[in-house]
């Protein structure tokens, strides 16, 4: 079973300030399979990038992902006081079927 | 504008069985998979499991020997049932769209992009 371990568990920044959260795989994770989604106190997740680093619809374009292999990275340009939310990452593993989440970084506002 | 609609039961005792349903409204049925993924108080998201419209199933090892998830195509609905529940199956539980059918009969991974709006699970005695 792959674990995903994020980093760091709480980020404190301020509005307008680059925030970057990063996943790291205890296996190789094909990029295809990477995910990240923000999720806000007593709201479902919301999917923000699958593939890594393709936004999903309507996720405006201060959000970004990359990486491969076993490190991802989740960057927000510049920070909306919108976006302080936990994040979450997740892999699709094939053999055999099944999602992992990372165990979430909380992003608060300094 | 798909939208996922859950409702079940948000009270159980120890060792009595958990049994959610989530209606999908709108869009494909048949061309997804549909997964149930659950969060415990204060805690990360766990995946349940998953089931496409011909009921073929994958399910988290964790958890398979009391997990069914099965699947109504009649009525664009699928389900959950956790047997033997106790206080660590306490949790928000949601479903949501996860897997594609591409044209050339694979599936693809884009994410769980639509979900539910959760439901809130407490085993109590």
């Known amino acids: 079973e792959i674990v995903l371990t994020q980093s760091p568990g709480t980020l404190s920044l301020s509005p307008g300030e680059r925030a970057t959260l990063s996943c790291r795989a205890s296996q190789s994770v094909s990029s295809s399979y990477l995910a990240w989604y923000q999720q806000k106190p007593g709201q479902a997740p919301r999917l923000l990038i699958y593939?890594?680093?393709s936004r999903a619809t309507g996720i405006p374009d201060r959000f970004s992902g990359s990486g491969s292999g076993t490190d991802f990275t989740l960057t927000i340009s510049r920070l909306e006081p919108e976006d302080f939310a936990v994040y979450y990452c997740?892999?699709?593993?094939?053999?055999?079927?099944?999602?992992?989440f990372g165990q979430g970084t909380k992003l608060e506002i300094k | 504008q798909v939208q996922l609609q859950q409702w079940g039961a948000g009270l159980l005792k120890p060792s009595e069985t958990l049994s959610l349903t989530c209606a999908v409204y709108?869009?494909?049925?048949?061309?997804?998979?549909w997964s149930w993924i659950r969060q415990p108080p204060g805690k990360g998201l766990e995946w349940i499991g998953e089931?496409?419209?011909?009921?073929?199933?994958n399910y988290n090892p964790s958890l398979k020997s009391r997990v069914t998830i099965s699947v109504d195509t009649s009525k664009n609905q699928f389900s959950l049932k956790l047997s033997s529940v106790t206080a660590a199956d306490t949790a928000v539980y949601y479903c949501?769209?996860?897997?594609?059918?591409?044209?050339?009969?694979?599936?693809?991974?884009?994410?769980?992009?639509?979900w539910g709006q959760g439901t809130t699970v407490t085993v109590s005695s």
């Open positions: 949501a769209r996860d897997r594609v059918l591409l044209w050339f009969g694979d599936w693809g991974d884009y994410g769980m992009d639509v």
């Open positions: 997740q892999q699709y593993g094939s053999s055999p079927t099944q999602y992992t």
């Open positions: 593939g890594a680093s």
């Open positions: 709108g869009g494909s049925f048949s061309g997804y998979y």
């Open positions: 089931i496409n419209h011909s009921g073929s199933t």
